[in-house]
Nanobody
Framework: QVQLVESGGGLVQPGGSLRLSCAASGSFFSINSMAWYRQAPGKQRELVATITSGHSTNYAASVKGRFTISRDNAKNTVSLQMNSLKVEDTAVYYC??????????????WGQGTQVTVSS
């Protein structure tokens, strides 16, 4: 069983920065892709950024150039550096990892979510 613990959310003014982190623990063989999603009130959950085990990244158009996803394979962590935050970035942010089990099965694990509020 794999658990994800997220941290780093909070309240920030427009133009400010926040850094989210997500740590995976438990029993698994390895982790493939890691990602951040977000869900604003009344909206569907949307993909923010992804990173492969080889550190290839992909971003939603709305955050490209402002957010940076990174990972530490040795520590099984993924981070999201968010700069130049806008009011419309307000949402609950979730990390998701694709776990590879010791029998080489794949499954997704979600974090509990962390609130990011951008407001003056």
């Amino acid at each position: 069983q794999v658990q994800l613990v997220e941290s780093g959310g909070g309240l920030v003014q427009p133009g400010g920065s926040l850094r989210l982190s997500c740590a995976a623990s438990g029993s698994f063989f390895s982790i493939n892709s890691m990602a951040w999603y977000r869900q604003a009130p009344g909206k569907q959950r949307e993909l923010v950024a992804t990173i492969t085990s080889g550190h290839s990244t992909n971003y939603a158009a709305s955050v490209k150039g402002r957010f940076t996803i990174s990972r530490d394979n040795a520590k099984n962590t993924v981070s999201l550096q968010m700069n130049s935050l806008k009011v419309e970035d307000t949402a609950v942010y979730y990390c998701k990892v694709e776990v590879v089990t010791r029998t080489l099965s794949l499954y997704d694990v979600w974090g509990q979510g962390t609130q990011v509020t951008v407001s003056s």
